[in-house]
């Protein structure tokens, strides 16, 4: 089993909708969590850190929920510019980053 | 500030050949990595270096070694090229005060 495990999709959007992805985790031991966003053949980039309280960042909300070990994003009024591959990352030790294998979204006109 | 950068941007080698993938970074970042990106894998550490002068083995070490020659710099060798290290290898840095990590370009690497 991997240690974090995404929905591959791909989900195919129209602009406007809302769309929710999940991540879970393996280790109950991680302590930090985070979503990337990776553009087609491009470097993963820091999308926002997910917190326990729940934290929002304009149209992206994210979420975790310790006890079913999952974290969620939600993206709100979905734009063209969303389009990407989301990767789930959680931290266990300080150095050992584990990444999901990424979710594909497209989001259409 | 370039911020990571990496070279090269792309190679092929024949089964058994070496070669060299650079990394720099100006941030100052204490901490660098190394990761490989295969589809449908995620991106998955091969090794990492806390600090300058420190390196230590990630989740997929095998085949692989790596230098940490200053603080910028952090080089990733593969001695004898096999096909399974066809991929796209990431280098990324951070601060010791956030788990944020930066990421370059990337390298797209085939072996034959």
């Known amino acids: 089993r991997k240690e974090v495990e995404q929905d591959p999709g791909p989900f195919n959007v129209p602009e406007g909708a809302t769309v929710a992805f999940n991540c879970t985790y393996s280790?109950?031991?991680?302590?930090?969590f985070f979503w990337y966003r990776q553009d087609c053949r491009k470097e993963p980039k820091l999308l926002m850190s997910?917190?326990?309280s729940g934290n929002e960042d304009g149209r992206f909300t994210a979420q975790l929920n310790r006890a079913s070990q999952y974290i969620s994003l939600l993206i709100r009024d979905s734009k063209l510019s969303d389009s990407a591959t989301y990767l789930c990352v959680v931290n266990t030790n300080n150095n050992d980053m584990r990444f999901g294998a990424g979710t594909r979204l497209t989001v259409k006109p | 500030n370039a911020g990571v950068t990496q070279t090269p941007k792309f190679q092929v080698l024949k089964t058994g050949q070496s070669m060299t993938l650079q990394c720099a970074q100006d941030m100052n970042h204490n901490s660098m990595y190394w990761y490989r990106q295969d589809p449908g894998m995620g991106l998955r550490l091969i090794y990492y270096s806390a600090s300058e002068g420190t390196t230590d083995k990630g989740e997929v070490p095998n085949g692989y070694n790596v230098s940490r020659l200053n603080k910028r710099e952090f080089s990733l060798r593969l001695e004898s090229a096999a096909p399974s290290q066809t991929s796209v290898y990431f280098c990324a840095s951070r601060t010791g005060l956030s788990y944020e990590q930066y990421f370059g370009p990337g390298t797209r690497l085939t072996v034959t």
């Open positions: 997910v917190y326990s």
């Open positions: 280790n109950s031991a991680s302590q930090s």
